[in-house]
């Protein structure tokens, strides 16, 4: 193989993390770089040595990716008709199986965050109440068959429940909402193909 | 020379020489590396980059050589940058000279 084959091979490997279309346009600027340099008389050495390392040269690319602010508008023309397709079969795909469990998950979890909330309030209810038998008025129902001070204990025991529940529902929201995230750039990368 | 000043200064190279007239990508190497000592290999990047924030746009011209080349054109905004980053530049080469002078009156 030729030294320039033995370069553009190890570009190739170097950008193996890059999406198809991606790599291919990097790679054509120094085909038709060599192209154009061994047609002014230079050497395949000459021209190789004067580009410097490939794996330097990928990973000023992979660097220059995580600065582009906004997305590219003008370039990839390579890609386009495959993105398209892409894109519909996965709004597609969303749509009919995953926005239903997702939907699902949802509002199970909005309806555990109001029980959270509502075990807890409910503790600090029965507790209060108790204390306040005295002025409450006469058609508020406190549990009676039972000592006050049980009643009392009960009252903080299901607040403490319900505290836990809270924390236990923030983490679980939280998670979710990470995976939510994760998922939403998996599609957005899919589709542009990286 | 330390290579992230170098990565901004040849941002404003690319900028400046396509300021003058469009270049296929050889030629823009060229005139780039023949004043600064740079790999040719880091320039693609920086006009990969560039282009995708859109400071040139790209087409293919015909060429007696051979395939049909790929020539950047500057835009309004690369145009802008250009003004801008020459700006900066200048008044950083001032600055860096006044404190050089300082330095060697107080030697």
């Given amino acids: 193989m030729s030294k320039k084959g033995?370069?553009?091979?190890?570009?190739?490997?170097?950008?193996?993390?890059?999406?198809?279309?991606?790599?291919?346009?990097?790679?054509?600027?120094?085909?038709?770089?060599?192209?154009?340099?061994?047609?002014?008389?230079?050497?395949?050495?000459?021209?190789?040595?004067e580009l410097g390392s490939p794996k330097d040269i990928a990973a000023q690319y992979r660097n220059a990716d995580e600065n582009v602010i906004t997305n590219s508008k003008v370039n990839s023309n390579h890609s386009t008709i495959g993105s398209?397709?892409?894109?519909?079969?996965?709004?597609?795909?969303?749509l009919v199986f995953v926005l239903g469990i997702y939907l699902g998950i949802l509002g199970a979890l909005i309806g555990m965050c109001c029980a959270a909330i509502g075990v807890s309030v409910a503790g600090i209810?029965?507790?209060?109440?108790?204390?306040?038998?005295?002025?409450?008025?006469?058609?508020?129902?406190?549990?009676?068959?039972?000592?006050?001070?049980?009643?009392?204990?009960?009252?903080?025991?299901?607040?403490?429940?319900?505290?836990?529940?809270?924390?236990?529902?923030?983490?679980?929201?939280?998670?979710?909402?990470?995976?939510?995230?994760?998922?939403?750039?998996?599609?957005?990368?899919?589709?542009?193909?990286? | 020379m330390n290579t992230q000043l170098k990565k901004g200064i040849l941002e404003l190279c690319v900028l400046a020489v396509l300021d003058k007239k469009d270049c296929y990508g050889y030629e823009l190497v060229n005139e780039i590396?023949?004043?600064?000592?740079?790999?040719?290999?880091?320039?693609?990047p920086i006009l990969r980059r560039l282009?995708?924030?859109?400071?040139?746009?790209?087409?293919?011209?015909?060429?007696?050589?051979g395939p049909p080349r790929k020539y950047y054109r500057l835009t309004e905004l690369g145009k802008e940058t250009r003004e801008k980053l020459t700006d900066e530049w200048e008044n950083f080469v001032e600055k860096v000279d006044n404190i050089l002078k300082e330095a060697d009156i107080d030697e």
């Fill in chain 1, 125 to 194: 209810a029965v507790s209060v109440c108790i204390i306040l038998r005295p002025i409450i008025p006469e058609n508020v129902v406190i549990p009676s068959g039972i000592p006050d001070i049980s009643v009392f204990f009960v009252g903080i025991g299901t607040t403490a429940l319900g505290i836990l529940f809270c924390i236990g529902m923030f983490y679980l929201v939280k998670y979710f909402m990470v995976v939510t995230v994760k998922y939403v750039k998996w599609n957005i990368k899919t589709i542009k193909g990286e």
């Fill in chain 2, 33 to 44: 590396s023949k004043d600064i000592e740079i790999s040719d290999g880091t320039i693609y």
């Fill in chain 2, 51 to 65: 282009s995708k924030e859109g400071y040139f746009t790209t087409y293919l011209q015909e060429s007696t050589e």
């Fill in chain 1, 6 to 49: 033995e370069f553009m091979d190890a570009l190739r490997h170097y950008l193996s993390d890059f999406g198809n279309g991606e790599r291919e346009e990097i790679l054509y600027d120094y085909e038709e770089h060599f192209r154009i340099g061994m047609e002014s008389g230079k050497t395949e050495d000459e021209l190789i040595k």
């Fill in chain 1, 84 to 94: 398209v397709g892409i894109f519909i079969a996965l709004v597609f795909f969303n």
